[in-house]
């Protein structure tokens, strides 16, 4: 199995930058996709980035392209996401999760999270106004 544990939640104010880690644990092999998804309450868990663990390019949300970035260190099984001009529509609780066999390109899909077999738990991440 692989656990996942996301960290580096908090509060900061809109135009601020936050960055958060997620530690893998277990087998992870390069078959995976690894990102980040949000949930914001009363909303559906979307996809906000993911990364093929082999490497590759990186695929984003509309919402955060140009402003969040999803890092990997496989020496440390460890991705980062790096979130800049954070706006108060970014806050949510954000999860770490990592999918066998799934394209990184389909995490940000409207059905993207139903194809990620791992999960950790979420970070909150508040943003003022």
């Known amino acids: 199995d692989v656990q996942l544990q996301a960290s580096g939640g908090g509060l900061v104010q809109a135009g601020g930058s936050l960055r958060l880690s997620c530690a893998a644990s277990?087998?992870?092999?390069?078959?995976?996709?690894i990102g980040w998804f949000r949930q914001a309450p009363g909303k559906e868990r979307e996809g906000v980035s993911c990364?093929?663990?082999?490497?590759?390019?990186?695929h984003y949300a509309d919402s955060v392209k140009g402003r969040f970035i999803i890092s990997s260190d496989n020496a440390k099984n460890t991705i980062y996401l790096q979130m800049n001009s954070l706006k108060p529509e970014d806050a949510a609780v954000y999860y770490c999760?990592?999918?066998?066999?799934?394209?990184?390109?389909?995490?940000?899909?409207?059905?993207?999270?139903?194809?990620?077999?791992?999960w950790g738990k979420g970070t909150q991440v508040t943003v003022s106004s």
């Open positions: 999760a990592a999918g066998l066999y799934f394209q990184p390109h389909r995490c940000v899909e409207a059905d993207g999270r139903y194809g990620m077999d791992y």
């Open positions: 277990g087998f992870i092999s390069d078959n995976y996709a």
């Open positions: 990364i093929s663990r082999s490497g590759g390019s990186a």
